[in-house]
């Protein structure tokens, strides 16, 4: 079976990396270890390897062509119907795209179950930003929520993110999607802050669901994620949410040191809540040094230097 039409898609503007190149490593059906319950795809069976996948070549030969027809490509980004580390090759896939990729970034976007084990661990070192998933602690959670295969090793999966974080000189990006009724409760934000705090990666993007889901469950509102973020204190955490509500204000420098020193913010939050006049205030701290902008994976957040 060839797959060579299915297996790009893109290059689309992606506003964090610029021109993303979608690379699908499962493009014949959904191929996954996990059957999350606010999942985009439709619900399926779970399984622990894929059995039908393309072939190295045919997933180098794509990108070479759409190298060849779209020469501006800023990252490659790797992904699946599915969970892309259950690629059967994906080491020799990540090393031949290190060949050809000259200036162009890659990205994975893994559900994060795999990370514990050697061989995928180490390939994961070799790509420029990985993005992985952790929405659950408890095992508990990760049955209820994630409905994980039982092959997956629950208990091994915040070690070995601890382990990579340490190891990687690259980007660790690590996502939370918030489900009404499910991995918002108390007793599991606890042990989520707990993780991300032991974990350390360089950004925390939180969200909940904002498409179809394949199964009957129900978002988290704005005003609970900005919630979890403030009590992700120092970590930068990024909100992502479809039509924020705007709530315009006037800060002083004196507040605004003192919100940044509780958070660092995005300047999507800025816009969101900042009339111009704080902005003023704001430039005025950035250009007394007292606050900063740093650049997280994609994304610019203001913080405070002032301990
Ligand atoms: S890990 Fe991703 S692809 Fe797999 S079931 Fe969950 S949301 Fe769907």
Do not use: W
């Amino acid at each position: 079976m060839s797959y060579s039409n299915s297996i790009i898609f893109g290059p689309i503007p992606s506003r964090r990396f610029g021109i993303s190149l979608g690379v699908d490593l499962s493009p014949s059906k959904k191929q996954c270890n996990f059957d999350c319950l606010y999942c985009e795809l439709e619900g399926s069976k779970t399984v622990d390897k894929m059995d039908r996948s393309p072939k190295v070549t045919e997933i180098i030969n794509a990108i070479k062509d759409s190298f060849d027809k779209h020469p501006k490509i800023d990252v490659i980004t790797l992904t699946a119907n599915g969970e892309p580390t259950l690629y059967p090759n994906l080491d020799e896939l990540v090393n031949e795209i290190n060949e050809i990729k000259g200036e162009t970034k890659t990205l994975i976007l893994s559900n994060g179950s795999t990370i514990y084990k050697k061989e995928i661990f180490n390939t994961l070192l070799k790509i420029d930003t990985v993005k992985l998933s952790l929405d659950c602690v408890s095992e508990k959670c990760f049955k209820k929520l994630d409905r994980v295969n039982k092959n997956v090793e629950i208990e091994k999966i915040i070690p070995a993110m601890c382990d990579f974080s340490k190891e990687t000189k690259n980007d660790f990006v690590l996502e939370i999607l918030f489900v009404k009724d499910l991995n918002d409760k108390e007793d599991e934000l606890i042990l989520l802050y707990d993780a991300v705090k032991k974990i350390n990666p360089r950004r925390v993007d939180i969200g909940t669901i904002d498409r179809p889901p394949a199964y009957e469950v129900k978002p988290v509102s704005y005003g609970f994620l900005e919630s979890v973020a403030n009590r992700f204190e120092s970590i930068n955490t990024n909100i992502i949410y479809k039509n924020r509500p705007k709530s315009i204000q006037y800060f002083d420098m004196d507040e605004i040191k003192s919100m940044l020193k509780r958070r660092p913010l995005t300047k999507e939050d800025i816009d969101n809540m900042f009339d111009e006049k704080s902005k003023l205030n704001l430039n005025n701290l950035l250009n007394k040094n007292i606050i900063t902008l740093v650049n997280s994976s994609g994304v610019d957040f203001y913080k405070n230097l002032q301990k």
